[in-house]
């Protein structure tokens, strides 16, 4: 099997690592203008043979993924192809026929976030709290948090898009997800000119969900509430641990600290490439995922 990793910067390194750690992939290959030893690069994907590939990464900055996408799209078939998250820096329409295009939201293959979802799905569930917050200049410390790409809204940075996991799992826990309402704002003293704090009101059925993502948090914060009709979760997916308590009083502790920060990683490249695809996040539902994002930006407009 031949990769081909599209961008070379902390994640497309995360993806080239994983990827050539596989026995069955022969060669991983890299689109960036970087000089890397021991890896084959191209500065541009005209330049390669696309054809020889059978996946495709791409890694690169939000703003590029599009165009990118669309020319991999007309000039290869049969191919199967992530996109990091999110899927593109705006709402856009762009049809695939040609290839198999999936979205990078590893967190699904959080083994913690398929407990909860296995547990909504066998309650009632009435409310969800979702908060994830962190300081950007804390957030990439050996970087000038304003020259990152998430200080720029025309890189397609901002706290919206940066953190859209979150509207990605919550809508794989809860499909029928509808936003009501939100506030989207730049509001601290960060020299950036994106989004550093949103929040969003949102439904799904009976369930009413709260979220908010910040880049203004001092202490880093990754926290789910929900209320299920028998029991409560709390969930800390920085420690990896999970709280039940129920009706009674008793409570139930789950430990997933032992996975490591690249475990989901590798469970989500080897379903895409050697199972069922079954849990990863489809196009569609990536684009689904910039629907909701277009939804936020135009109630903030208004």
């Keep these: ?38 890896i084959k690069t191209f500065q541009t994907l005209q330049e390669c043979h696309l054809e020889k590939y059978d996946y495709i990464v791409i890694a690169s900055q939000t703003s590029l993924h599009y165009e990118q996408l669309l020319y991999i799209e007309q000039t290869t078939k049969d191919k199967i192809i992530l996109v990091e998250k999110p899927l593109f820096n705006v709402y856009k ?114 369930t009413i969900i709260n979220m908010s993502v910040d880049y203004i948090s001092k202490k880093f914060k990754q926290d789910i509430t929900i209320h299920l009709q028998e029991s409560s979760l709390y969930a800390d997916l920085e420690s990896m641990r999970l709280l039940q308590v129920f009706k009674d009083k008793s409570q139930k502790e789950y430990d997933f600290s032992q996975y490591s920060k690249n475990y989901s990683f590798k469970r989500m490249h080897r379903s895409l490439l050697f199972k069922t695809k079954k849990s990863c996040c489809s196009y569609e539902e990536g684009v689904k995922v910039m629907q909701y994002i277009k939804t936020i930006q135009e109630n903030h407009d208004e």
């Design 1 to 38: 099997m031949q990769v081909l990793i599209v961008g070379y910067g902390s994640i497309g390194k995360r993806h080239h690592e994983i990827l050539s750690s596989f026995k069955e992939v022969r060669r991983c290959d890299v689109i960036t203008k970087q000089k890397l030893l021991m």
């Design 93 to 206: 329409k762009l049809r695939i026929v040609n290839n198999k295009v999936f979205v990078a939201y590893n967190r699904r293959f959080y083994p913690i976030l398929k407990k909860i979802r296995k547990l909504c799905n066998n309650d009632t569930c009435y409310y969800v709290h979702v908060i994830t917050g962190q300081y950007l200049p804390q957030w990439r410390p050996l970087r000038d948090y304003k020259e990152s790409y998430s200080a720029k809204k025309e890189e397609g940075g901002g706290v919206l898009l940066d953190l859209s996991h979150e509207l990605d799992y919550l809508q794989w826990i809860f499909p029928s997800m509808q936003i009501i309402t939100s506030i989207d704002t730049k509001i601290s003293d960060l020299q950036i000119n994106s989004d550093d704090l949103c929040v969003v009101l949102a439904k799904a059925e009976n």
